[in-house]
């Protein structure tokens, strides 16, 4: 900006170029207002602004909760610069994204008039308005409409979709819609598998989760630590231990260790069983593997050795997570499941 002041001090007239240039540098250190100051002196000395430049600029200022100076964007580059499909897709992109679904189905309707055809990443941006609403109807009608309109859906139209079924506790939608994916020629990704096998645990339907997990390996898909780790979690929580693992050992014939997530997931499965002791060697084996505890495994352990009424092997094993070095904050965390735990056992007497 100081260069910007001394070329107009010293009488350099800034043209179009360096107008532009300032301003998409604005942007990008999401100096938003700076920006749209300098777009305004740029139009006042007459200059037309480039539409790639207002499109970016309108699109940080939806970012950055500025919706309001992004409308009055888009409002004068129709007025008086002319738009493209990209600046309605921005709009509509931002207006979803702050739940103002209305107002962007209005800019679909705006769009068809002025002759832009919507793209499959309005349609998939719509959905996910719609979905992020509460209308799920809605959601569903639209990518119907999408598909009259010879639209077809991306990767990541299906993961969208596929996620919000998830989200919504319509696990059995979102297998058919991964059926219907694959049928039509598309390759499901990680994380719409992750999403699914976790969503089909969540609802207590393991043998559907376990054969999505099989099916995407005989794809010859190969899962990720996200993947293994959910399969473990959702196998654990449903008291099969011995076949979470059988995919541990699949992940290390595969070249992938388990990392502290498996490792905590593992701990807090065998306390759950019961099985105190391999709980506490599962500490042991993830510290010769060189992984550090989170919080989530100290209070895992400290956790489940409570619920047994361990509680003296919980204090111990407090004074050796200390002596190891701990955060105070953990500690507090730590000391008051102990004390809630005592407190219990006291109360039960």
Same mark, same amino acid.
């Given at each position: 900006? %100081?260069?910007?002041?001394?070329?107009? =001090?010293?009488?350099?007239?800034?043209?179009?170029?360096?107008? %532009?240039?300032?301003?998409?540098?604005? *942007?990008?250190?999401?100096?938003?207002?700076?920006?749209? =100051?300098?777009?305004?002196?740029?139009?006042?000395?007459?200059?037309?602004?480039?539409?790639?430049?207002?499109?970016?600029?309108?699109?940080?200022?939806?970012?950055?909760?500025?919706?309001?100076?992004?409308?009055? *964007? #888009?409002?004068?580059?129709?007025?008086?610069?002319?738009?493209?499909?990209?600046?309605?897709?921005?709009? #509509?992109?931002? +207006? @979803?994204?702050?739940?103002? !679904?209305?107002?962007?189905? %209005?800019?679909?309707?705006?769009?068809?008039?002025? /002759?832009?055809?919507?793209?499959?990443?309005?349609?998939?941006?719509?959905?996910?308005?719609? #979905?992020?609403? /509460?209308? *799920?109807?809605?959601?569903?009608?639209?990518?119907?409409?999408? +598909?009259?309109?010879?639209?077809?859906?991306?990767?990541?139209?299906?993961?969208?979709?596929?996620?919000?079924?998830?989200?919504?506790?319509?696990?059995?939608?979102?297998?058919?819609?991964?059926? =219907?994916?694959?049928?039509?020629?598309?390759?499901?990704?990680?994380?719409?598998?992750?999403?699914?096998?976790?969503?089909? #645990? %969540?609802? /207590?339907?393991?043998?559907?989760?376990?054969?999505?997990?099989?099916?995407?390996?005989?794809?010859?898909?190969?899962?990720?630590?996200?993947?293994?780790?959910?399969?473990?979690?959702?196998? @654990?929580?449903?008291?099969?231990? =011995?076949?979470?693992?059988? !995919?541990?050992?699949?992940?290390?014939?595969?070249?992938?260790?388990?990392? *502290?997530?498996?490792?905590?997931?593992?701990?807090?499965?065998?306390?759950?069983?019961?099985?105190?002791?391999?709980?506490?060697?599962?500490?042991?084996?993830?510290?010769?593997? /060189?992984?550090?505890?989170?919080?989530?495994?100290?209070?895992?352990?400290?956790?489940?050795?409570?619920?047994?009424?361990?509680?003296?092997?919980?204090?111990?094993?407090?004074?050796?997570?200390?002596?190891?070095? @701990?955060?105070?904050?953990?500690?507090?965390?730590?000391?008051?499941?102990?004390?809630?735990?005592?407190?219990?056992?006291?109360?039960?007497?």
């Amino acid at each position: 900006m %100081s260069i910007f002041s001394k070329m107009k =001090e010293q009488g350099c007239n800034p043209d179009d170029i360096t107008y %532009s240039t300032l301003i998409n540098g604005l *942007v990008k250190e999401g100096r938003v207002v700076n920006a749209m =100051e300098i777009l305004d002196e740029m139009i006042g000395k007459g200059i037309n602004p480039h539409t790639t430049m207002q499109n970016k600029l309108m699109d940080s200022l939806f970012k950055m909760g500025r919706a309001e100076m992004g409308i009055q *964007v #888009f409002q004068r580059m129709k007025a008086k610069y002319g738009v493209n499909v990209v600046t309605y897709n921005t709009l #509509f992109n931002g +207006l @979803c994204k702050i739940g103002h !679904v209305n107002e962007a189905l %209005s800019v679909l309707e705006e769009m068809n008039v002025d /002759g832009y055809r919507p793209n499959t990443i309005t349609y998939t941006t719509l959905i996910d308005g719609l #979905f992020k609403a /509460g209308n *799920v109807e809605g959601a569903l009608t639209t990518i119907k409409k999408m +598909l009259e309109k010879g639209n077809n859906p991306s990767v990541i139209t299906y993961s969208t979709v596929i996620n919000w079924l998830c989200k919504k506790g319509m696990p059995e939608e979102a297998l058919d819609l991964l059926k =219907e994916m694959v049928m039509k020629g598309y390759r499901p990704n990680n994380h719409i598998y992750n999403t699914l096998i976790d969503a089909l #645990f %969540s609802a /207590g339907r393991k043998e559907e989760a376990i054969s999505t997990y099989q099916k995407m390996l005989k794809t010859g898909f190969i899962p990720n630590m996200i993947t293994y780790n959910t399969v473990v979690k959702g196998l @654990c929580k449903c008291g099969h231990v =011995e076949q979470a693992l059988e !995919v541990i050992e699949h992940m290390k014939a595969h070249r992938q260790d388990p990392d *502290v997530v498996t490792y905590t997931l593992l701990m807090d499965a065998y306390f759950d069983i019961g099985r105190i002791e391999l709980a506490v060697s599962t500490l042991s084996a993830m510290k010769e593997k /060189g992984f550090k505890s989170t919080l989530a495994t100290y209070t895992t352990l400290i956790g489940g050795l409570c619920k047994h009424g361990k509680i003296d092997e919980a204090w111990k094993m407090l004074e050796d997570i200390i002596a190891r070095g @701990c955060e105070m904050r953990v500690q507090k965390i730590l000391r008051r499941i102990i004390k809630e735990a005592l407190q219990e056992s006291v109360n039960s007497l």
